[in-house]
């Protein structure tokens, strides 16, 4: 199975940097992925890692250390839109398939 | 860009009736997840399909069915309703399990309000 944590919540403000760490244990592992979730829309895809490393796109970064089971998002340039919940996710190769297992969820405040 | 699509979008039913989610994945996409999410909590995955077959399954309760067509769009069937059963139900889809990468794609969700 997975285990998967990550803070509740964070606060931050307009124009800051936010880090979001994400810990898991897992029985198997096939990457891991950053959705945002604002309040009862569907998540959308941030990014992805399955290797060791830092991936970048745009205002957002990901990390991933496979032999720490851990992994963080970086928010940088915060802006009030980006007021919403992060959710880390491991994919796993169970079954036959790759569902996605989350963890809690954190939601970042933004304020001015 | 074609996006996932649910139907319906809000479903309000009583206790012990029954509910049908619809789900129509991105065209081409071949693999249709499910995912619960109840208040505050993260979604938590049902059952997925890969090319109309069953391909994983997760915490979905003996009192839901799922199938996957063949012209790809997923329907799942909620029976004898729960309040409990209250929730947010995505349908994501993927493209190709097999590549390593094949992000899942969430639909908007479909609000089950069993009162």
Request: with cysteine; aromatic share 12%.
């Amino acid at each position: 199975g997975q285990n998967i944590d990550q803070p509740t919540e964070m606060t931050a403000t307009e124009g800051a940097i936010v880090q979001i760490n994400c810990t898991y244990q897992t029985s198997g592992f096939n990457g891991l992925f950053w959705y945002q979730q604002h309040a009862g829309e569907a998540p959308t895809f941030l990014s992805y890692n399955v290797l060791d490393g830092l991936e970048e796109k745009g205002r957002f970064s990901s990390f991933l250390s496979r032999s720490k089971g851990y992994s963080y998002l970086l928010l940088k340039e915060l802006q009030m839109k980006d007021s919403a919940s992060y959710l880390c996710a491991v994919r796993d190769l169970g079954g036959a398939g790759n569902k996605l297992t989350f963890g809690g969820g954190t939601r970042v405040l933004v304020k001015p | 860009a074609a996006g996932v699509i649910q139907s319906p979008r809000h479903l309000i039913k009583e206790k012990r009736e029954t509910a049908t989610l619809k789900c129509y994945p991105i065209p081409r996409h071949d693999t249709v997840y499910w995912y619960q999410q109840g208040p505050g909590q993260d979604p938590q995955f049902l059952i997925s399909f890969y090319e109309k077959m069953q391909s994983d399954k997760g915490s979905i309760p003996d009192r839901f069915s799922a199938q996957q067509f063949s012209d790809y769009h997923s329907e799942l069937n909620m029976s004898s309703l729960e309040l409990g059963d209250s929730a947010l139900y995505f349908c994501a889809s993927s493209l190709d399990w097999e590549s390593s990468y094949n992000e899942q794609f969430f639909g908007p969700g479909t609000r089950l309000t069993v009162l």
